[in-house]
């Protein structure tokens, strides 16, 4: 069977894409929602272009999409691009970050996504997992979800178990300060996480926004993905 993983570079959408692979399944592209404006109620915003790095070092094409994260619509301009109808090489242009120099080696997909299912990372978002869905029941796919409901914890071990390696981007929540970004997740960091999540009672997965993070490396990559800079911390 051949999937796309709709991805935005984060644990679990990592996850998933290495869940299909030990299906036995094809993977035949990554998928990614590039948001213009500051807030979606469907998709990441922070560091979602490490998909495009994450491609490359699965050998596999990569498809940007383009959306201004508006409520309702930001799923059809998903299908749209799945279904060939946008420029995707024009979108790769528009949404890459100024100050991230281009990946030389990039493969875009720019036409009609040949899948049989769309793979994605949801948790618990019952608005986010429906409309995915309903969008490829429209257009003649399935829809997974590994994750789905899984135990926090576990999930979290599982990752650290299975090899892979997780960076803080972003931290949104009381009990998570500036100290967290750019880190790695560690068994010493998620027994700290842990510890805070159950002290400030937030999602120890970061399922509700209280953390983002990147994957830059795991057991689906050939190589590891080397990330640069200073972290910006807004109080």
């Known amino acids: 069977m051949k999937v796309g993983v709709l991805t935005s570079g984060g644990k679990d959408s990592a996850y998933s894409a290495w869940w299909a692979q030990m299906q036995g399944w094809e993977v035949v592209a990554l998928i990614t929602v590039g948001i213009e404006e500051e807030d979606s109620m469907m998709f990441q915003i922070q560091g979602t272009y490490i998909s495009a790095f994450q491609a490359i070092s699965m050998n596999i094409p990569w498809l940007p999409v383009k959306s201004k ?3 309702e619509l930001e799923i059809n301009d998903l299908r749209e691009a799945l279904e060939g109808k946008k420029n995707n090489m024009k979108t790769f242009e528009e949404i890459w970050p100024k100050k991230i120099p281009k990946p030389k080696n990039i493969q875009i ?6 899948i049989d299912a769309l793979v994605t990372g949801a948790l618990r978002s019952d608005y986010q997992k429906t409309r995915i869905e309903r969008m490829c029941n429209e257009i003649g796919i399935k829809s997974f979800c590994p994750l789905w409901h899984k135990n926090s914890e576990e ?13 803080f981007v972003s931290v949104s929540c009381e009990g998570l300060d ?7 997740l560690t068994s010493t960091r998620l027994e700290n996480l ?14 509700g926004g209280e953390f983002e993070t990147i994957t830059v490396n795991g057991p689906h990559m050939e190589k590891r993905i080397n990330c640069y800079g200073t972290p910006i911390f807004s109080s």
Do not use: C, P, T
Request: hydrophobic fraction near 35%.
């Open 109 to 114: 997909i720019n036409e009609k996504m040949e």
């Open 194 to 207: 842990i510890f805070l999540a159950k002290k400030y009672r937030f999602n120890l997965d970061g399922e």
């Open 69 to 71: 994260g508006v409520e």
């Open 178 to 184: 500036s100290s967290w970004l750019g880190e790695s």
């Open 155 to 167: 999930h979290m071990k599982s990752l650290l178990q299975h090899g892979f390696e997780i960076k």
